[in-house]
């Protein structure tokens, strides 16, 4: 049984319970356009989205995050800057660093921003839409707390460490967004717990052995998408994140779920302006026809249409703004109750459906 | 029946083939070094490394691709430049940019150039390694003719485009290597002309359906690593190397072997300097215990050792080294031919085996 609601009353709701939390308006006005947006786009069984307030609530009370952490530039370059977080909101120490990243290549062509010291920021894509609304392509990184074994391993060694890249057209942009998980946790739970057989290379059992078991799999690792690639994709984002900012890297990067322990992420933004390149409304042209080109491909059986990068997502977006949000039950019990304990009220859904 | 052969001796070899094609020394010792490294890192079905010297002499000579040809800066800023490859060799084109780019991150921090009118490159990670060298993470990327079609399509809508990120350590770089194929075409037909089946998710068949049966996927497509999210980079590879250079895209990228037709192939290269962030020192230290922990990590059965990106290539090429380079038959046909029409000795085999 899930239920649907509308999305300005969610954020209304997240924004409200932050400022309880001692946030100030700009922090929770950051993170409830950032919390929204990845609500809107994720599938039921996601992690992303609201979900996140009760977590980071916890974390602010346990000590584990900081709340008007005192961000600051720590040095930097005509094309480059290191920003500390200072343990604060990983959205609010993103959406810093990204602004750093699109004036920076306003001014030298290209922005390379470092974030040390940083949490769970969310979408990444988030970043980078903000690059692409600038018209730069943006591209955003971070790593996270280890999930991942290298090729052969039988242990969580390096974190699905998400990356995001958008790049604009005269409408909507294109955006890649993906952790580099065959697919994540809540995806293969989702399964397993139906009982359907764990497809094909999501899935590693507890020895590091590929399964499609549904409990060999629930108790198992999360296999990285596309095989060895996927590993060292992870592994070179780790560097970027983690290894270049000063950030934890590998094993050290402290879980979202340890609520006392600063997550020590790092992250990495990067924006080119396009017109350094070509003439925006020739870049909006080219694009126009790329999209047309891969949407009008031909089509394998009983396949209705084709989709650009970002385009499943928008959809969902579209959707879930007239339709509203919908929310497994446990996520909205988790909300209801730090409303509870801080206040403010949880919406009434729109409507239930099964 | 494989033989093996000296590099150095492949490298002359190449060299002079280029030299008597028109080719300028300059040229001929960047696209040698390149093969040589393409050769050395690569495994034996691979179709990188000295096979391109007879598929560019081709092109060379059908007028599709231009020896000396007058490339030149485009136009440039602070951290980005725009080079003009004037279709010449891709190795030379990229070469040239990516010192450009690292020259940019050496004065602004961060240096990201676009190549437009350019060709074949080799290995992506060769422009990446060259950053490394410089004390940058160097990130190369090149679009290609169309071998993937996106999710749901059956046929080629979009290149394989190669990407590659160096990391410099105390000793041997981190590197990433990749194309956004499954597994490569010469990968499959390894498999599918032995009469084995060809591993989950390497290929689709003919109308786009994933299959394993080796004939239907030599008739078949590839298909792209890690399923929808590989199909999402690629296009996005495509973004940065051919939309945004003015460089050809999707299908309209040429193929290699089109002899008399240029490929107006596009490449992206970016190089950030370590030192905006981190001293060097701190850095390598930094990638010392990461190599270390994830070569450490618990090992699932039956495995031997963990590597870190690059780590299994790096390898190859010290045997290959000492042992020398070995090449396929139909290979070592080719080049004989070549060797022959324009008077350059092929070397003798170092040894021959099975």
């Known amino acids: 049984m899930t239920a649907r609601y509308d999305v300005q009353a969610l954020r209304r709701f997240a924004s409200g319970c932050l400022l309880r939390l001692g946030a100030d308006q700009e922090e929770a006005d950051i993170l409830a356009d950032g919390l929204a947006e990845g609500q809107l786009r994720s599938v039921i069984y996601s992690n992303q989205g609201f979900v996140r307030v009760a977590v980071y609530a916890r974390r602010v009370r346990a000590g584990g995050l900081r709340v008007r952490a005192p961000m600051r530039v720590v040095q930097e370059g005509p094309a480059t800057a290191l920003f500390d977080g200072a343990n604060g909101f990983g959205q609010v120490a993103a959406t810093r660093a990204m602004r750093i990243a699109i004036e920076k290549a306003k001014s030298a062509g290209a922005g390379a921003v470092g974030v040390v010291n940083s949490n769970h920021f969310g979408q990444a894509s988030y970043y980078g839409m903000m690059a692409a609304r600038e018209g730069c392509i943006g591209v955003a990184v971070t790593n996270a707390s280890p999930e991942i074994p290298v090729s052969g391993g039988a242990e969580p060694m390096i974190g699905t460490n998400p990356w995001g890249i958008a790049a604009p057209t005269a409408g909507d942009p294109f955006v890649l967004d993906l952790s580099n998980a065959a697919a994540g946790r809540g995806a293969i739970r989702h399964r397993a717990l139906r009982g359907e057989s764990v497809p094909h290379g999501w899935a590693l059992d507890a020895e590091g052995r590929p399964t499609t078991e549904p409990a060999a799999a629930l108790e198992g690792l999360v296999a990285p998408m596309g095989g060895y690639k996927g590993v060292a994709i992870t592994v070179m984002m780790d560097v970027l994140a983690g290894v270049l900012t000063g950030a934890a890297f ?71 703004m007239a339709e509203g949000c919908e929310l497994r039950p446990e996520v909205v019990g988790d909300l209801e109750s730090l409303g509870a304990e801080l206040g403010v009220d949880f919406p009434r859904p729109l409507s239930a459906s099964c």
């Open 250 to 320: 590998g094993a050290a990067v402290g879980s979202p779920y340890e609520a006392a322990r600063p997550q020590r992420v790092g992250h990495f933004m990067l924006a080119v302006d396009i017109s350094r390149f070509i003439a925006p409304e020739t870049f909006h042209e080219r694009m126009r026809s790329l999209a047309g080109e891969l949407r009008d491909g031909r089509r394998a059986p009983g396949i209705e249409r084709l989709f650009v990068p970002g385009e499943p997502e928008l959809e969902r977006r579209t959707t879930a």
